[in-house]
């Protein structure tokens, strides 16, 4: 894939994944603590913090583009650091962003530093050197590159080795 797509479809992961991630985490903090204070286990709030999970992992591991988890990370970040600041004095946070079930979630979350952490993870990997870079390119077989080039014979080219 060229850099120039690789990067595109990684701005647009970073425009849309990061949302989705913070949905899942704000929902299912709330349905797993909620029914932690009655002793039931909220398997459908695991199963949404499970693939939170996994779209952050995919953001964070994935050849797509550095620049999905560089977003990613900025949104994470400006979110994390306005509980901070408002603690501060400044008073940055609507009184309700989001329905009550994301609300508790987005407390919980914010107020306990995760969604700092978490963008300040997504900014970090995106950072590494290693990731700007496109995959190696394939050498061609050949003589002048120390590889022997493949049999071109007409013997059956099932066999794993040339029988002379």
Same mark, same amino acid.
């Given at each position: 894939?060229?850099n120039?797509?690789?990067?595109?479809?990684g701005v647009v992961?970073?425009l849309?994944?990061p949302p989705l991630?913070?949905v899942?985490?704000?929902?299912g903090v709330d349905? *797993?603590?909620?029914n932690?204070?009655?002793?039931?286990?909220?398997? *459908?709030?695991l199963?949404?913090?499970l693939?939170?999970?996994?779209?952050?992992?995919?953001?964070?591991?994935?050849?797509?583009s550095?620049?999905a988890?560089? *977003?990613?990370g900025?949104?994470?970040?400006a979110f994390?650091?306005l509980p901070?600041?408002?603690?501060?004095?400044l008073?940055l946070?609507?009184?309700?962003?989001?329905g009550d079930?994301l609300w508790?979630?987005?407390l919980t979350?914010?107020?306990?530093?995760?969604?700092?952490?978490?963008?300040?993870?997504?900014?970090?990997?995106?950072?590494f050197?290693?990731?700007?870079r496109s995959?190696?390119?394939?050498?061609?077989?050949?003589?002048?590159?120390? *590889?022997?080039?493949?049999?071109?014979?007409?013997?059956?080219?099932?066999?794993?080795?040339?029988?002379d």
């Amino acid at each position: 894939m060229p850099n120039g797509a690789r990067h595109a479809l990684g701005v647009v992961a970073g425009l849309l994944l990061p949302p989705l991630i913070a949905v899942g985490l704000f929902y299912g903090v709330d349905q *797993v603590s909620r029914n932690y204070q009655q002793f039931i286990v909220s398997w *459908v709030g695991l199963g949404v913090l499970l693939g939170s999970g996994v779209l952050l992992a995919f953001l964070l591991g994935s050849r797509l583009s550095p620049v999905a988890s560089l *977003v990613g990370g900025l949104k994470f970040t400006a979110f994390g650091i306005l509980p901070f600041l408002e603690i501060s004095g400044l008073r940055l946070i609507p009184d309700r962003m989001f329905g009550d079930e994301l609300w508790s979630g987005f407390l919980t979350m914010a107020y306990t530093g995760l969604l700092l952490m978490f963008g300040v993870l997504l900014l970090v990997s995106s950072a590494f050197p290693s990731r700007w870079r496109s995959a190696p390119r394939a050498v061609p077989a050949g003589p002048a590159y120390g *590889v022997i080039p493949p049999y071109q014979g007409s013997e059956d080219s099932t066999r794993p080795f040339h029988r002379d």
